[in-house]
């Protein structure tokens, strides 16, 4: 749909005609967004190629019926002496079209399928088609919606569809395409309008405010633009209600009061606060955007868009970036860094969710809450790969705890049951000291039957199975282990760290195991942290798995095709350098 030349405001006595009529396109030069469709018509109706039944499909507001009416005046035109033939340019010298755009032309008739359905009405339709035009050049039969047409009403349309006389033309507009019959689709010349974006949509208000004498921000205008969804009457409408609140200035403030908005940087600053597991934060953060207007479901939505945005910007970071505005380019990325893409799409997941229930729920601003707080705790949860890679390490690991295997150093510590996907014996970056032996403690009850932690790991496992998972969390990605030996532990934390997770941890532990535990903090770089690790020596297994005979034939084999990671335990170094096609298949395949 789009910019066209309507008419000038009228005098006070006259009534208001809204903009998305007012301005509503007369001439196919006049349609915005719709380049393709707009040049395979033109050349159609100057080359008399056009088909005899057209189907225009596409999401509301995009200029379907629109589109359709220029086709009527285009085929008819006859010029101011009615001796000139169809064109693809201005129509206003004609009376034939004049007379179609005020809708008083007996042989363009447009049809409402909605109200319309039965087969009776197809009948006095198909009756009429037989007579030729009393003024025109072509009968055009309009019908909007089709979709909606019987069984029966489409059954009575088939055979005049394909056969029908020389003057007939029939325009379907529908936004429902796949529910029409394939039986009418296959008669038809199909063409597909689509989604005007966001930034013609901005420009093309920017001109109706021009001709409005009505200024206007321009971010006021890309929020109209960007709540539009690319149908121009949407748009159009939301830009009349802006012109109606705020007189002759349409103001940011205003537009985002009356579609309940909140500031994106606001909203990237609430998403980071969640990610992080500040939950205290994150809900005086909503509150504070409540508080000023915004609706906590527009919120929610606004978080899964920036959802979708941080996944753009990790997998297409050049193309993402070039679609963003400097603040949100820049804190968007700082972001994008530290998330993982199984992170976000559990988030998108939860966002899916979260949404559906704000919406049904009696209260939105404590739905949205409660979905913030189960996104933080989600943040701190392990991927499906950490939990496969979890049961595989307590299934192999009597008790919970052992020795590391070999003498070698594990991922910060772990039990000897860790798999081998997590394990860095030797010459990697993740390595640790050893556990020493376990000193002597006093009577308590750790002597009693209480298992004692012999590795970070195996601390982190035992706040998770408390319900402690923000600890749990901190635990794994931001601290550094330097030693670790039965009743003491040093760390060094990172900036993400609590300042307090020394203390905390150190009373968590003497309260959970019955023995005194201390933990200290110290300025030694330590080892690298435990997700750290689990990446490096998750590196190292798929490089071997690529070094191998077998898997390097197959790529050979099969040009341009990767190595994927599959969920299920990974296989120990031992197997995998025997056994790598039959053992590594369950966790690593080509894809091409």
Known sequence: MSEGTGPAPAGGTAPYRVLARKYRPQTFADLIGQDALVRTLSNAIETGRLPHAIVLTGVRGVGKTTTARIIAKAINYAGPDGSAGPTTGPTDDCPICQAIAEDRLTDVLEMDAASRTGVNDIRELIEGVRYRPTRARYKVYIIDEVHMLSTAAFNALLKTLEEPPPHVV???????????????????????????????????????????????????????????????????????????????????AVVKEMLGLADRSRILELYDAVMRG???????????????????????????????TLTRLKLLPQQAAAELPENERVQGGAMAEKLSVPALTRNWQFLLKGISEAQQAPQPLQAAEMVLIRLAFAAELPTPGDLVRRLSDAAAAPGGGGVPMGGGATDGGASGGASASLRVEQGGQALAQTAPEARSVPETKAQAGIPQPQSLKAVVDLARKHGELRLAGHLRNDVHLVRFEAGRIELNPGEHAPRDLTGTLGKL????????????????????????????????????????????????????????????PMDSDAELGTAVPDEAGSDMEEEG
């Open 170 to 252: 029939f325009i379907f507009a529908t936004t429902e395409i796949r529910k029409v019959p394939v039986t009418v689709l296959s008669r038809c010349m199909r063409f597909d309008l689509r989604r005007v974006d966001q930034t013609t949509l901005a420009q093309h208000f920017a001109r109706i405010c021009e001709r409005e004498a009505v200024s206007a921000e321009p971010e006021a205008l890309n929020l109209i633009a960007r709540a539009a969804d690319g149908s121009v009457r949407d748009g159009l409408s939301l830009l009349d209600q802006a012109m109606a609140v705020g007189e002759e200035l349409v103001q940011t």
């Open 278 to 308: 500040e939950v205290p934060a994150a809900l005086e953060s909503l509150r504070s955007l409540y508080d000023v207007g915004a609706d906590p479901v527009v919120v929610l939505q606004d978080m899964l868009e920036i959802t979708h």
């Open 509 to 568: 532990l003497t309260d959970w195991t019955g023995s005194r535990w201390v933990v200290s903090v110290s300025d030694a770089p330590g080892q690298p942290s435990l997700t750290q690790q689990e990446a490096a020596a998750e590196l190292r297994l798929r490089n071997q798995v690529l070094e191998h005979p077998l898997v390097q034939a197959v790529l050979e084999a099969f040009p341009g095709a990767e190595l994927a990671r599959v969920s299920g």
